[in-house]
């Protein structure tokens, strides 16, 4: 800033009302017009050249990019798993965006855990994109030879984790930061300690009625380029504000930690980012939640039922008898095998527990009384994970 130019006085802030779903209207930023629109154009940017699997992720992976510009402000550094099930779901097309988008790109295909905490350095780091990734972590056996690279991406998810090393002639013991953000694309799921650490975007194939835009190098990139100056200078004339900001979390502890600094991204452009960041964070988090504990079921048990209501021609309610009858029928389900008795009322009572959904004494036709659930209960976690019925197939994508 030029001795000359005086320094505008601090104000408060001021709050506009933003709802977030699942939570009480909490107070939200004024719209930062500039933020929001370079945000949005961001958004659309990736959305040209990669199909995401749901708006929640165009939203996470934009969000991820934009706090890239900021890391020496957040206490903690994100991970991006980029992860999908084969070849050709879009991860090294999204990587390669996300190096033009980012702050400092330092891209590796397979590097040592001492040739990265090296290049990190001190100060202002740069942003860690690692493509391939399975080629470290894809097997037990050839993880087991890579821990070093692990705890070297776990210890970097927070500050003040040094790792330390002797070196020189001198064999004088050198601390080498670790604290960085960093994109991780590979086949299958990473470690659990860095899925952990991580906004998963789960890539699929793209079907052939989904459509993308070209990307050429010497066109498309200095096109996202531009767009990346533009959005490291919004980021750096709010930095004090950032700095200062202690943005309302709809999760706790790792997640949290995780999502903060997306959140805080959201909240500094304010508009309808809020609201779409914290979307994305619940969704997103409740999803890999369920398939941490139980492999994927609490979404999986939402599309089954969702089909069950379906063969009974979508009644406005179901008794529980009949809805588990058809669960443990079908023999491409996990349910028949849930326990020795298949799944019962209170394994479904389980399942259904995050959702809120509990069954409960209805009338039935014939002016029958049972235990039963309604189409109705189910309509907003269809919406929120499961997707469209045409598509559905078995564990769902968040939001796809």
């Known amino acids: 800033m030029d001795e000359a130019t005086p320094k505008t006085p601090s104000l408060p802030v001021q709050w506009l009302p933003t709802a977030v779903p699942g939570q009480p209207t909490v107070p939200g930023p004024a719209p930062d017009p500039e933020g929001e629109e370079v945000l949005d154009q961001l958004r659309d940017t990736i959305r040209r050249y990669v199909v995401m699997p749901s708006d929640e992720a165009l939203t996470a992976t934009t969000l991820w990019a934009a706090a890239t510009h900021l890391q020496t402000v957040w206490q903690h550094a994100p991970r991006l798993a980029v992860v999908g099930p084969a070849k050709r779901c879009g991860k090294s097309r999204l990587l390669e965006v996300l190096i033009e988008a980012v702050h400092e790109p330092l891209i590796t295909v397979n590097a040592s855990a001492a040739a990265i905490f090296r290049s990190i350095g001190e100060g202002d780091p740069p942003t860690l994109l690692v493509d391939e990734v399975d080629t470290i972590f894809g097997s037990a056996k050839v993880a087991e ?9 776990n210890a970097g998810h927070q500050r003040n984790r040094p790792t330390l090393r002797v070196t020189g002639p001198n064999h004088e013991v050198v601390k080498f930061d670790t604290f960085a953000m960093a994109a991780l694309a590979g086949i299958g799921d990473l470690p659990d300690t860095i899925m952990d650490r991580s906004v998963v975007i789960r890539m699929r194939r793209r079907a052939e009625s989904e459509k993308v835009s070209a990307w050429r190098y010497g066109r498309d990139d200095l096109a996202v380029r531009e767009l990346r100056t533009r959005l490291a200078a919004w980021l750096a004339s709010v930095r004090e ?10 999760v706790e502890d790792r997640a949290a930690d995780t999502w903060a600094p997306l959140i805080s991204v959201a909240d500094l452009a304010g508009g309808h980012w809020p609201v779409l960041a914290r979307t994305a964070c619940t969704t997103m988090t409740d999803y ?10 609490k979404i999986r048990i939402l599309v089954d039922i969702r089909r069950a209501f379906a063969s009974e021609g979508d009644q406005p309610a179901i008794r529980t008898g009949r809805l588990l009858d058809i669960l443990n029928a079908d023999p491409e389900a996990p349910w028949a095998e849930y326990s020795p008795k298949g799944l019962t009322s209170r394994g479904l009572q389980i399942l259904l ?4 959904i509990k069954s409960a004494n ?5 002016g029958t009384q049972a235990k039963g659930y309604t189409h109705a209960q189910f309509a907003d976690a269809w919406t929120r994970y499961c997707p469209p019925e045409a598509a559905a197939t078995s ?5 796809a």
């Open 362 to 366: 209805r009338r039935f036709p014939g």
């Open 145 to 153: 030879k890579n821990e070093e690279m692990r705890g070297l991406l």
């Open 395 to 399: 564990a769902a994508e968040p939001g």
């Open 241 to 250: 504000k950032a700095l200062a900001l202690e943005p309302k979390m709809p």
């Open 288 to 297: 890999e939640s369920g398939r941490d504990d139980d492999g994927g079921l």
């Open 353 to 356: 527990k995050d959702y809120g």
